[in-house]
Nanobody, 125 residues
Framework: QVQLVESGGGLVQAGGDLRLSCAASGRTLNSRGMGWFRQAPGKEREFVAAISRSGDSTYYADSVKGRFTISRDNAKNTVYLQMNSLKPEDTAVYYC??????????????????WGQGTQVTVSS
């Protein structure tokens, strides 16, 4: 089993930056694609970003492209989401997710069996 713990959320003004971290325990992450998803109140969980096992390939939702950057440090068993130029519509609970080992990284929540507990990001206008 993989245990994922997100951190770094908080309250920020529009235009500000935050960096989320996702630390894993129980299993190493270097064999797994990793993703970030978010869920705003009253809305379905949506894809934000994903990164391949090696970190060579990254994928982003159109709504965050150019503002968010996903990265990973396999030596630290940690994945990051750098969020710049935040907007009020980015307000949500952000979840880190890990795929099954050795499968191609995906952009839908069904492709991720392991999830963290989430961290709240609130962007004020």
């Amino acid at each position: 089993q993989v245990q994922l713990v997100e951190s770094g959320g908080g309250l920020v003004q529009a235009g500000g930056d935050l960096r989320l971290s996702c630390a894993a325990s129980g299993r190493t992450l270097n064999s797994r694609g990793m993703g970030w998803f978010r869920q705003a109140p009253g809305k379905e969980r949506e894809f934000v970003a994903a990164i391949s096992r090696s970190g060579d390939s990254t994928y982003y939702a159109d709504s965050v492209k150019g503002r968010f950057t996903i990265s990973r440090d396999n030596a630290k068993n940690t994945v990051y989401l750098q969020m710049n130029s935040l907007k009020p519509e980015d307000t949500a609970v952000y979840y880190c997710a890990a795929s099954t080992p050795w499968v191609r990284v995906g952009i839908t929540s069904h492709e991720y069996p392991y999830w963290g507990q989430g961290t709240q990001v609130t962007v004020s206008s």
